[in-house]
Each structure stands twice: as structure tokens, then as C-alpha cells.
């Protein structure tokens, strides 16, 4: 079969490889791709996921494209979805209306409020004056988010009543995010470890993958600035019963509340979660695959993804048993020197060719071919990625690859799975 993955992430090289695993896949196309995903796909660079939907829709109809695959959370809270379904081509990841529980934190908190899905104390506002009001009465530090999706930039933890303030009025009154920050949710701050959780689900039931954490400071011992992840490690382990209490006490009754609204979620689901002295409670909800956690979550699987896929969209899950290896999988990011502020692209980066230890994997973030040059494209570069028996091993192999690679000014953490 013909497979398609929309995206240009280390989560897409990360699926195309998975992908290319399977005894059922002939041909992968990428769109836009990443000079990683070279070898392995047929890759379309000019196309803009957020905005040529019709023509990807049109370039799937004419190479007769058996199944896609979307990555990011802009096309699918575009309605990418939707446009596949209408053209009767197969797709897989949640329609428009469902992909909200990303794209409006005020429609995931109503969601969560009114199915008892634990998650932090809340209010939300269209109004600045009303907004500026209520952080008067709160107790600091204290959360404030842009309704939309801002890139991963729309959330502050703010300490006082000044930061706030001034938070609002960037978000409401100066439009920083535009139309996403129209509304805002203002939400207690919570204390606690948090991890990550994927659920394949097809509307129905959901069958968890194994749970991950990702690094989001820039600097070692989770100092430095937040990025969009330099690192990740899977499985978290935890007792069996809190699993359960994650999959019948938020999994579900989200997909149930969903369902509710006629936005039955077929995709994955990735909820953020806290595990606070009350319990675990919701962070967020997002629409997909995480990133960087898929490229420590796939490497574990051993069911063919394809057979996963089309059970999810075929509303089949339920007759599927996915197996998971008894492993442990790491990701060191290397970023661009600078992010996540400014960064130079296009810097040559060499080492990628040579002989990798059994176990590595190298998935590419933000690099491009030019000239037959493989260099930077993005703030996070590369994901190196080892599997072995333990996290110490599996950190050893991952940091002994990473010697033979080197960009101008990269950067990377050294703890990641220690
Ligand atoms: N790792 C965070 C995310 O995928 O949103």
C-alpha cells in the first residue's frame, strides 16, 4: 500500500520509519518531509500542510494514496480530516470539530468540567476588564493560556499580579497570538511530576501506549528556558491500578463527553497529565502524537503500526491486541545554538552517514537537503534516539552516537535519561 505522513518533525521522521517497517507498505510520500525522511520517502517540500489542503487532498486522490497520516495540530484543527473523509480517501487523526480539545483550551476544560475529568480549578474570559478583575482575587503563581494554538508559546506561569497583568494585556489587548488569544483560561497552578500519555482510540475504547516524560527546559537539571522538548525517555512506569484509573477516569469519559458533542475522536489522544497530592489531574489535551514522546514511544512497539492505524479508522480497535517491547528508549534533542530564540539555518551538519550501534536511531526535527548537503532547518535538529535493556544503556548508546555528529553551535542536554 501507498502511505502518506504530513509533517516535517522528528514525531514524522519518527512515523515514517515505523511505517517503513511494515511488510504491508510498498511506498511512503512525505509532505513537507525533512532531510531525513529522504531514504525512506518521497518527499514533497513545497507544499504548506496548514494551507494547501486542497492540493494535498488532490495529490492523494492522484497517486492513490491507501492511507495518510497527520502529524501536526494545525492541519488537523484545519480540518484535513474532514476534506480526506469528504473525498472518501483514508485518514487517520481526529476531524476538525474533535481536534478542538487542542485547538480551544476553554472547549477542553468544558469538556473535562463537565464529564468530572479531574483538572486544575479554572475560569475563562473574552473580556480584559474581567480578566484583569479576577487575577486580583487569585493566589500566585498562577496559569494563563491562550484559547488557540500559539505554537507552543500560549501558556505562563506567572508570580504576581504584575506578570499577569502584563500577560493579559500582550494576549488580549496587544493580539501577540491574534484570533487564539481572543479568549483566555486563567488556571491554578499545579505541583507534581508530569507525564505524558498517548491513546490510540477509534471513538470507541482506547488502548494506552506506554507513558513518557519530556525534558522541557533547555539546560541540564531543568534549568534554562522552556523549548518544545530536548529530550524524552519511555516507559514511565506506574502501578497498574493508577493506569486504570487513567484510562477509565480521563481517557474515556473525554472520548465519551467528545462523542457527546458529535466529535467521536478517532486518532491519538495526548493528554499531559500532574500527579498532585490529590491525584492526577489534566494538564492538557492535544490532538496527536507527541514531540519529542513519539520518538521514544514507537521505537517500543511491535505491532505493525499499519494494522493499528486502520483498526482506529475503522472503528476496529477493540479486535486488535497491541504489543509493546520490554525496553527502554531515550531521545537527546541537538538544537540549533540560540533556540529558542533566535537561530541561524542552513549550517552543514556531518557525521549522519556513519556506522550506528544496533538500537540507534537517528530522527531527524529541522534539517533539509540543499545541494546534497544535509543542514539545519529548525530550532530542534536532531532526536538521537537508542533502545537498549536499561536507561543507562540506552543513554550511554545515544550520547557514544552523538560523538560523531557535529553543527556550528549545537546545543543538547547531558542528563537525558539519567
Ligand atoms: N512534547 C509536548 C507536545 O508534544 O506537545
Redesign the pocket.
Known sequence: MKVLVIGSGGREHTLVWKLSQSKKVDKIYAIPGNGGMYEMAECYPLFDPEKDIDQIVKFARENKVDLTVVGPEDPLSGGIVDAFQKNRLKVFGPIKKAAQIEASKCFAKRIMNQNNVPTGRFAVFADLKKALTHIKTIKYPTVIKADGLAK?KGVFIVNTFSQAKNVLDDIMKKKAFGPAGEKVVIEEFLQGKET?VLGFSDGHTVSLMPLSR?YKRLKDHNKGPNT??MGAFAPVRIPGRELQYIKDKIFLPTLRGLEKEGAKYKGVL?AGLIKTDEGYKVLEF?CRF????TQVVLPLLKTDLVDILMAVIEEKLDKIKIKWKKRTCIAVVMASGGYPGKYEKGIRISGLRGKKEPGVMIFHAGTKVKDNVCCTNGGRVLNVTAVARTFEKASKMAYNAMKDIYFKGMVFRKDIGS
Open positions: 507552543g505524558t519530556d518544545g522538548g495526548y492535544n507527541g514531540d519529542p514522546e
